[in-house]
Nanobody
């Protein structure tokens, strides 16, 4: 029933910034736990950042200090702010919305981020 859609991807030069959004549609009442993942060409999907329902943030070492995960006050949209992007950040980025208590676990289709050197 629930569909998750990422948006905001695109092409940027080395050092540029992008803001990804993740918006669910359907029967999901509220966003609680959030995970952002990415998959680079020829590589496995990897975890990038997470935000718990209680507000705790965690980041992969490769993006610490550059990426920020968040959600809006109404908990209807999740975000990933990306700054100082590097060519190594080039990947398809995926949003994961979940909660182990309700429970639910939904994934988006991905949005392409390309960083040129």
């Amino acid at each position: 029933q629930v569909q998750v859609r990422e948006s905001g991807g695109g092409w940027v030069q080395d050092g540029g910034s992008l803001r990804l959004s993740c918006a669910p549609s359907g029967s999901l009442p509220v966003i609680n736990d959030i995970g952002w993942y990415r998959q680079a060409p020829g590589k496995q999907r990897e975890w990038v950042a997470s935000l718990s329902h209680g507000g705790r943030e965690n980041y992969a070492e490769s993006v610490k200090g550059r990426f920020t995960i968040s959600r809006d006050n109404a908990r209807t949209t999740a975000y990933l702010e990306m700054k100082n992007l590097k060519p190594e950040d080039t990947a398809v980025y995926y949003c994961n919305l979940w909660d182990s208590r309700i429970p639910y676990d939904y994934w988006g289709q991905g949005t392409q981020v390309t960083v040129s050197s």
